[in-house]
């Protein structure tokens, strides 16, 4: 990655603030009582995929589905889950409104079937997060300023935009997660295919196979 000033990042930030008001809509006290989260978050993850392919084509070029990808994007899901296991078991003990907050997480859940959020979050959801924030976000900010500047300002822009919940413990969540594809991302960019499957195998694990 190198510093590119002649793309406009006005398509990069027009996005954001997009996805920022749908993560609105599904999250805030004030809207998500009154909509189906894993509509309107399919929804946004069609949106923001077409905002990426409109304006940052190049993850397209950036797929490869090779054997190594995969068993690497499994790999970085499994580990990932692992730390949240982890996690899940101390917070409580620290924190003493963890186990609450994370209730509020998944009682998300009681909106649609199992079997249609898990698929949900592997086809659609967690590909299309993939694409968004790692293969156009910080792809862009790392191109316009630095690779250490766009990782940060990406994975800062993907933690607050959960804010909206009024949740720390998704703020956590989100910014653990967040670093850690990016972090990958920040070295290997040429991974994108590992982190697609790995956050859609992540999402599927926490939310419905395996919650913690």
Known sequence: MYKDMTKSMRPVWASVAVAAALWFVMFSPLTAAHVNFW??????????TTLSTIFGREWI???????????????IAFCLWCVFW???KIAPLILPFASEQVGMIYSTRAQASPVVIAALL??????????????F?????????????GFLIATALYTLIHIWALNFMLLVAALVAGFAWG?????FPQRLTALIISHALWDAFAFVILPF
């Not at 976000?137 to 500047?149: D, F, W």
């Not at 972090?183 to 070295?187: E, K, N, P, Q, S």
Request: glycine share 10%.
């Open 39 to 48: 509509v309107v978050m399919t929804c946004a993850a069609v949106t923001l």
């Open 61 to 75: 070029g950036s797929l490869r589905p090779t054997v190594h990808n995969i068993l690497l994007g499994i790999a």
């Open 86 to 88: 982890v996690g899940g």
């Open 122 to 135: 592997l086809l659609i959801i967690g590909p299309a997060e993939e694409i968004f924030w790692r293969g």
């Open 137 to 149: 976000v910080q792809r862009r900010l790392m191109e316009r300023y630095s690779p250490n500047a």
């Open 183 to 187: 972090l990958i991302y920040r070295f």
